[in-house]
């Protein structure tokens, strides 16, 4: 499976940004997903992830409030709705398919990545 995410751009603070992460096919649909960002010089941190049947979901502090992730595994895609947006929210955004019986949030934990998209939010 191929992953790619689209959607980002440029926003000022308090606007709003929807990204989609997009699947190459049919076997995305067994698989939790999560989105990390990577800010400049900084590590790649967990933002958001969903289960495969998008029952579950779990976020970062940082963003819990603010961001909804959820699925639609008819149409092979996970959604990254980003609300009330700060300029620390600002990065490259990537989405990744999530290896079984693993956790969330170490970046070790998956095994397919797509090609990142960049949000910056202005202030």
């Known amino acids: 499976v191929q992953l790619q995410a689209f959607g980002g751009g440029l926003v000022q603070a308090g606007g709003s940004l929807r990204l989609s992460c997009a699947a190459s096919?049919?076997?995305?649909?067994?698989?939790?997903i999560s989105w990390f960002r990577q800010a400049p010089g900084k590590e790649r941190e967990f933002v958001a992830g969903?289960?495969?049947?998008?029952?579950?979901?779990l976020y970062d502090d940082s963003v819990k409030g603010r961001f909804t992730i959820s699925r639609d595994n008819t149409e092979n895609t996970v959604y990254l709705q980003m609300n009330s947006l700060k300029p620390e929210d600002t990065g490259v955004y990537y989405c990744?398919?999530?290896?079984?019986?693993?956790?969330?949030?170490?970046?070790?934990?998956?095994?397919?990545w797509g090609q990142g998209t960049l949000v910056t939010v202005s202030s």
């Open positions: 969903v289960s495969w049947s998008g029952t579950n979901t």
């Open positions: 096919r049919r076997s995305f649909g067994s698989s939790s």
């Open positions: 990744a398919r999530k290896r079984p019986s693993t956790g969330y949030w170490s970046s070790d934990s998956y095994d397919v």
